[in-house]
């Protein structure tokens, strides 16, 4: 075990945490993401029941197992940041848990898709949050972030079953504009509900604020994103 | 990433697996305890939806993933001996599934105990198995068979919730019995099935024999175990 330097050094940190507001900022986005990462294990352990095969049911636990070392990341550093993680994650449960019920996967493909598509979504929509903040949180945020493993997994798994039975190319098409309506809706709540969050899309003192203008390109360049991995999976955006 | 030994030096392998049947047993039961660890990982993952909170449930996830790490391990292993990991795990399929779907946790608390109760007789008696085993092969199974942190974690919660209601105490003990009787079924179904497996048991040439006297005592050194885990439960075995 290495030490974690926040623990001993409070100096350590940035000195945008001297506001109070970025802090809870921060802490909410902590929390929203470990929330995340914990939803994503659950939904790829499930899937995992789905397997077709004991290599692939494998496959899938592993990338389970690998968002849930990123909350456990997400986890020690919102305790350092002086927050009960149970308390961050609390506020992002109903929209995170809404999203899941709404997109319950029908099959081992709607599940692969949503792992898929899903999780870059939220990667794509998080890092551009992440490059607002400070060094150490971003890096963190980006760590977390990283593909499970997975974009190749699944790019293959798709292609194949799609080139064998290309009727479920349409389907799983649709599946994925579902996902993507249903994710922006649950972005929407979080975003009307939590003020710390819409406070740092605002700026402060020594952070540049999002501007609409600004936020209306992320959601473009977050669109396009989502329509690359369809594409590269065989499917229309 | 660091060598693997076995793959570029089968000469650091124990002279035993010169034998073809002890390297067939031993694949079959590192095929039989993989397959185990990866029912574990499903139905922990699957407690952990069953937990009461997310400090719960992200121990309950935890614990899932110590169980993947583990599987990880004893698959590379079955690989390392010129066998398919899949093709090593399939025979116990049915043994280990209908476990599980026999003894499926009606709540958390039959969840907590079938984790703890489930898993320590699993491992006592794997462990029981590894001591007639080559150094390589014994101290494989036996880092797969440690203590996921459930046993600290159980026994608090569950000592906690019968002081709060006894009732609680008299049903989770059935539940007990019942899981262990269940074990009992199946792996006599394994032992009938695997003529590998029960070649091991009858020895080698270099090896003991665990004649029908060391079996029995094997069963009852391993009932005992399972009567103290109830004890420190709080519950009758």
Known sequence: ??????????????????????????????????????????????????????????????????????????????????????AAMAPFRVALDLFHAHTAPADWWEGLIKAHVGDGMAADFYREIAAYLDTRTRDLIVSSLEDAGQSDFVVDRVRAAIAADPRLGGRLALWGRRLMGEALTQAQRVAAEREALSALLAGGVDRPALDLAAIGRMFIRITERHAERMAVLGLDA
Chains 1, 2 share one sequence.
Request: negative net charge; aromatic residues 6%; charged residues 25%.
């Open 1 to 86: 075990m290495t030490e974690s330097p926040g623990q001993t050094a409070p100096a350590g940190e940035s000195a945008a945490f001297e506001d109070e507001d970025y802090r809870r900022a921060v802490i909410d986005l902590l929390g929203a993401i470990a929330y995340g990462e914990l939803t994503a294990f659950d939904r790829l352990a499930a899937d995992a029941t789905l397997a077709p095969s004991l290599e692939d049911k494998i496959a899938i636990s592993q990338m389970a197992c690998v968002e849930f070392g990123h909350l456990v990341q997400l986890r020690d550093r919102i305790t350092e940041l002086g927050a009960d993680p149970s």
